[in-house]
């Protein structure tokens, strides 16, 4: 079983609002990803955790606040973004903490800031 | 940082035919390149990888090759079919410490196979 779940599928969020993206495995990796992806380009890594540690922030605004609650689970806490943050966000979870080893991603959730 | 440069960015081919994805990257520290297919509102899918210690992969109709003297590395799929049309992309990652698996991907190829 290779399965990343994420949720929701489908966000659609005011500027002023909250909201959460989940992310679940069940494969038993150390290292779990938040990657942003926008229409016709590749993943951009956002951040990476590793023992449920955050161990690289590739320079994200804060209003993104990633949060590893246990081994399994990734959550992205949003507040205050702008339209320009509407993206595929996707979840992505490797065996291995350290690079050489695959990576596995979710579904996705499609957010639409409005 | 690693460079990924990947071409042709769209890819038209009749069913049957071979298609060929190349990419090349910079960092001589990566060692590990693995393909991703994405279909339409979908996440991606790895669908093979290849690591340095290794010149060649295949996998039923899909084959990666490695030059890694000349740093390029390149997707072959044999008989295609129309589902294999999607956006394929390229990465390379460093086993170094500090890297945590971190993904450079390719700007991603565009797979058009007509029936």
């Given amino acids: ?114 | 940082g690693e460079n990924v440069e990947q071409h042709p960015s769209t890819l038209s081919v009749q069913e049957g035919d071979s298609a060929v994805i190349k990419c090349t990257y910079s960092d001589s520290a990566s060692n590990y390149f693995p393909w991703y297919k994405q279909e339409l509102g979908k996440g991606p899918q790895l669908i093979i990888d290849i690591r340095s210690n290794v010149g060649e992969k295949k996998d039923q109709r899909i084959a990666v090759t490695l030059n890694k003297t000349a740093k390029h590395f390149s997707l072959h799929i044999t008989e295609t079919q129309p589902e294999d049309s999607a956006v394929y992309f390229c990465a390379a990652s460093s086993a170094g410490g500090t890297s945590y698996g971190k993904l450079t991907f390719g700007q991603g190829t565009i797979l058009t196979v007509h029936p």
């Avoid at chain 1, 489908?10 to 609002?17: A, D, F, I, P, S």
């Avoid at chain 1, 992205?76 to 350290?98: F, I, K, M, T």
């Fill in chain 1, 1 to 114: 079983d290779t399965e990343v779940t994420q949720t929701p599928k489908h966000l659609v969020m005011g500027m002023t609002n909250k909201k959460s993206l989940k992310c679940e495995q069940h494969m038993g990796h150390r290292a779990m990803y938040w990657y942003k992806q926008k229409a016709k380009k590749p993943p951009e890594l956002m951040f990476v955790y590793s023992y449920e540690k955050l161990s690289i922030n590739e320079s994200v605004p804060s209003r993104f606040s990633p949060e590893c609650p246990n081994s399994s689970l990734l959550n992205l806490h949003l507040h205050a973004l702008q339209p320009e943050d509407s993206a595929l966000y996707l979840c992505a979870s490797s065996p291995g903490v350290r690079g050489g080893t695959e990576a596995f991603f979710g579904q996705g959730t499609r957010l639409t800031v409005v």
